[in-house]
Antibody, heavy 113, light 112 residues
Framework: EVLLQQSGAELVRPGSSVKISCKAS????????MHWVKQRPEQGLVWIGR????????VYAEKFKSKATLTADKSSNTAYMQLSSLTSEDTATYFC??????WGQGTLVTVSS | DVVMTQTPPSLSVAIGQSVSISCKSS???????????LHWLLQSSGRSPKRLIY???NLDSGVPDRFSGTGSQKDFTLKISRVEAKDLGVYYC?????????FGGGTKLELK
């Protein structure tokens, strides 16, 4: 069974950074791209970018190029997304997904002073 | 960016009814390999999205055949026959042909 287990909710200060994780199991981690998707409260889905866990190659949506950094650790089958210079606009639930077929449970990031 | 326009934004339905949701893209979704990477997702309240259909018309494992997807190029439709209570939620179309990947705005399916 494919499972994507994300790290827990985060409450962070404006201007800071946060790193969330997505641990994959039930399949060969390096066989599928890992995507990250943002969902603000009561809003739709926005694609952030994807990483190829086999070689670390990344593609980002233009608006997230200076906001998000995607990495992957093959030794632990875990993908990470770091978000920097956080503002209230970054308050959202963030999902990891293997090419939209399987999804993590989401990580709520709340940016507040 | 490819704009995905979903209509209607919301639907009220009685159990047992059939409904259709439209998704139109601003560019053709046919990839250079000849395949069309248009997918349908359902997000039930408080849950993660779940993919129902991939590449226009292929049902994911465990998805009942009450769901069907049709379309080509820039014009796609999701049909749900004999709606059940567990079908309620927000439906999204999504394209993975072009970068950046983009989603439709969603269609909220509610009980009448």
């Amino acid at each position: 069974e494919v499972l994507l287990q994300q790290s827990g909710a985060e409450l962070v200060r404006p201007g800071s950074s946060v790193k969330i994780s997505c641990k994959a199991s039930g399949y060969t981690f390096t066989d599928y791209y890992m995507h990250w998707v943002k969902q603000r409260p009561e809003q739709g889905l926005v694609w952030i970018g994807r990483i190829n866990p086999a070689n670390g190659n990344t593609v980002y949506a233009e608006k997230f190029k200076s906001k998000a950094t995607l990495t992957a650790d093959k030794s632990s089958n875990t993908a990470y997304m770091q978000l920097s210079s956080l503002t209230s606009e970054d308050t959202a639930t963030y999902f990891c997904t293997t090419s939209f077929a399987y999804w993590g449970q989401g990580t709520l990031v709340t940016v507040s002073s | 960016d490819v704009v995905m326009t979903q209509t209607p934004p919301s639907l009220s339905v009685a159990i047992g009814q059939s409904v259709s949701i439209s998704c139109k893209s601003s560019q053709s979704l046919v990839y250079s390999d000849g395949k069309t990477y248009l997918h349908w997702l359902l997000q039930s309240s408080g849950r993660s999205p779940k993919r129902l259909i991939y590449q226009v018309s292929n049902l994911d494992s465990g998805v009942p055949d009450r769901f069907s997807g049709t379309g080509s190029q820039k014009d796609f439709t999701l049909k749900i026959s004999r709606v059940e209570a567990k079908d309620l939620g927000v439906y999204y179309c999504a394209q993975t042909t072009h970068f950046p990947r983009t989603f439709g705005g969603g269609t909220k399916l509610e009980l009448k």
